[in-house]
T-cell receptor, first 108, second 112 residues
Framework: RKEVEQDPGPFNVPEGATVAFNCTYSNSASQSFFWYRQDCRKEPKLLMSVYSSGNEDGRFTAQLNRASQYISLLIRDSKLSDSATYLCVVAGFQKLVFGTGTRLLVSP | EAQVTQNPRYLITVTGKKLTVTCSQNMNHEYMSWYRQDPGLGLRQIYYSMNVEVTDKGDVPEGYKVSRKEKRNFPLILESPSPNQTSLYFC???????????FGPGTRLTVT
């Protein structure tokens, strides 16, 4: 089993749609969780950290479920510019593990 | 501007010809690392460094070397490149006490 698993997609959604991605992790001792965004063959960039209580940044909401060992990312009112690959990252004890990413395509 | 730079951005080389990919950051970060990204495998850590003169293996270190003689620089060395090292390489730096990675723009390497 992979340490961090994501549905590769692609998720094809129209503009304005709400879309959600999940990510599961296997190490229950993991300490920190993040979502990164990566545009085609460019460097990943931090989208948001994920906190135990859940957190929101504009149209983006991230949630953590430690009991079930998954994190989620919800994007509301999708924009064309949201088209990218979203990487789930799980960290602990000086080690980061990246998921393989979920590709999102937002169409007009 | 705070940034991580890598050079070269693109490189095509032949099997066995030693090469170095440079990485430099201007944010005074302690922690630096190298990743390779391959389709279906995601980002995998090659080597990391927690500070000057302190380096350690990541998940896929075979065929690579690194050095950290200065805080800002963390070059990746391929002594004898092979075709299975064809990949997209990212350097990243992280401030102490954080897990947030700041990535360089990437180096696309092709070994024929």
């Amino acid at each position: 089993r992979k340490e961090v698993e994501q549905d590769p997609g692609p998720f094809n959604v129209p503009e304005g749609a709400t879309v959600a991605f999940n990510c599961t992790y296997s190490n229950s001792a993991s300490q920190s969780f993040f979502w990164y965004r990566q545009d085609c063959r460019k460097e990943p960039k931090l989208l948001m950290s994920v906190y135990s209580s859940g957190n929101e940044d504009g149209r983006f909401t991230a949630q953590l479920n430690r009991a079930s060992q998954y994190i989620s990312l919800l994007i509301r009112d999708s924009k064309l510019s949201d088209s990218a690959t979203y990487l789930c990252v799980v960290a602990g004890f000086q080690k980061l593990v990246f998921g393989t990413g979920t590709r999102l395509l937002v169409s007009p | 501007e705070a940034q991580v730079t890598q050079n070269p951005r693109y490189l095509i080389t032949v099997t066995g010809k030693k090469l170095t990919v440079t990485c430099s950051q201007n944010m005074n970060h302690e922690y630096m690392s190298w990743y390779r990204q391959d389709p279906g495998l995601g980002l995998r850590q090659i080597y990391y460094s927690m500070n000057v003169e302190v380096t350690d293996k990541g998940d896929v270190p075979e065929g690579y070397k690194v050095s950290r003689k200065e805080k800002r620089n963390f070059p990746l060395i391929l002594e004898s490149p092979s075709p299975n090292q064809t990949s997209l390489y990212f350097c990243a730096s992280t401030p102490g006490g954080s897990y947030e990675q700041y990535f360089g723009p990437g180096t696309r390497l092709t070994v024929t």
